[in-house]
Structures are given as structure tokens and as C-alpha cells.
């Protein structure tokens, strides 16, 4: 089955406590990206990557890093966790030649 | 891009057709229209597209009017698996980081 995985679905974690949320797709993407929904403040994106070892900034990428070194994951890395970015994360990923975003089941995190 | 305004929300009868209408009147020549929706707290899923002229898949048509300043998404036959809110986007073909912006969407209910 096509699909978006991510992992883990649901981290409770404290201020300044290293974290790593994988994403993985099996659909051979080309183009990959990070998104955070928060109350009020609708999707916004975080990082995106169009190809092993591309990738650039979105709207919100203070806080967060991210590494492409495979085309099929595209892990989100919280080197200093701080409670505002506790939020609901999702990663998506389109093959270069559509525009149709498929989207992973979310990772909802808390940052205390 | 252009801007999207939706009605808040809308219920439904289970069985009938939805009908959930989309403005966006400063929609430019190569923008397409996209609908998303979102089922509590879920990743966002894909549902359809279009440039100018309707379009019919398995989940729903989308109606374009000829001036396309203006759409509407038609759910043929709501299930309660359908309550979710919808989202139109409009974004150019390709765009790049293909950044997805939700506005507040339709908050659609299906009632018995």
C-alpha cells in the first residue's frame, strides 16, 4: 500500500531533550516536506526537500533541522526542544511530475 | 497565490449530495484549484483538482466556473465518513516547495 509513514505518533518530551520524528514513503517521491498545524494558525511548513541531499527552508524553520540522504526518509530533528513547538506534525511527499501531497497520519508531540 | 474564502461550515444528510462552495476571484492564468480535506486531527488527503475545466474521480467532481473565480466541490453521495473540514488552495502548477497554505476551510457534518 502507498503510504506515508511516521514515527513515532505521539512523544511527550521535556525542554532541551534531543528528538528525532522519522518520516519514510514508499511511493519513490521526489519531493518531500515538513509541516506543523497548530490551533489558529492553520499548516505551515517547516522544511521541504525536492531530492536526496536538497533540501531548503520553509515558513518556520527555527528550531528544526532536517537530512535527505535517502529518497525514501526524511527525519525532522529537534536539537533543543522548547514547549512552543509543541504542535502536530505532519510530513508529506508528491512525485515531481504531480502536485498531489500525500500526507503522513501526524505526530503529535508535547514539548514540557 | 490567490486567497480562497469558504463558508465556515455546513451539514449534511447522510446519502444526499454535498455541495461546498470555494470563492477565489484573484485566481490568476496558471493557478489551479486544489481541494484537501482533513478528518479530525488526521493528515490532510487529497481529493481533487483542476485548472479550468470539471473534473469527476472517485471521491468527488469539482465544478470550475468559466470565469474561475469561483468553484464548487460536490460530494455526490456524504457518508458520515465524510465530516471533515475542506480545504481550497489555489497554487500555480509546480510551484516550488509546492507549499500547501490552509485557509479555516468548511468544516462539513454529515448527519444521520
Known amino acids: 500500500e502507498a503510504q506515508v509513514t511516521q514515527n513515532p505518533r505521539y512523544l511527550i518530551t521535556v525542554t532541551g531533550k534531543k528528538l528525532t520524528v522519522t518520516c519514510s514513503q514508499n511511493?519513490?517521491?521526489?519531493?518531500m516536506s515538513w509541516y506543523r498545524q497548530d490551533p489558529g494558525l492553520g499548516l505551515r511548513q517547516i522544511y521541504y526537500?525536492?531530492?536526496?541531499?536538497?533540501?531548503d527552508k520553509g515558513d518556520v524553520p527555527e528550531g528544526y533541522k532536517v537530512s535527505r540522504k535517502e529518497k525514501r526518509n526524511f527525519p525532522l530533528i529537534l536539537e533543543s526542544p522548547s514547549p512552543n513547538q509543541t504542535s502536530l506534525y505532519f510530513c508529506?511527499?508528491?512525485?515531481?511530475?504531480?502536485?498531489?501531497?500525500?500526507f503522513g497520519p501526524g505526530t503529535r508531540l508535547t514539548v514540557l | 497565490d490567490a486567497k480562497t474564502t469558504q463558508p465556515p461550515s455546513m451539514d449534511c444528510a447522510e446519502g444526499r449530495a454535498a455541495n461546498l462552495p470555494c470563492n477565489h476571484s484573484?485566481?490568476?492564468?496558471?493557478?489551479?484549484v486544489y481541494w484537501y480535506r482533513q478528518i479530525h486531527s488526521q493528515g490532510p488527503q487529497y481529493i481533487i483538482h483542476?485548472?479550468?475545466n470539471n473534473e469527476t474521480n472517485e471521491m468527488a467532481s469539482l465544478i470550475i466556473t468559466e470565469d474561475r473565480k469561483s468553484s464548487t466541490l460536490i460530494l455526490p453521495h456524504a457518508t458520515l465518513r465524510d465530516t471533515a473540514v475542506y480545504y481550497c488552495?489555489?497554487?500555480?502548477?509546480?510551484?516550488?516547495?509546492?507549499?500547501?497554505?490552509f485557509g479555516g476551510g468548511t468544516r462539513v457534518l454529515v448527519k444521520p
Open positions: 508529506a511527499s508528491r512525485a515531481d511530475s504531480t502536485d498531489t501531497q500525500y
Open positions: 511511493m519513490n517521491h521526489e519531493y
Open positions: 526537500s525536492m531530492n536526496v541531499e536538497v533540501t
Open positions: 484573484t485566481i490568476s492564468g496558471n493557478e489551479y
Open positions: 483542476g485548472l479550468k
Open positions: 488552495i489555489v497554487l500555480p502548477r509546480g510551484a516550488a516547495g509546492n507549499k500547501l497554505t
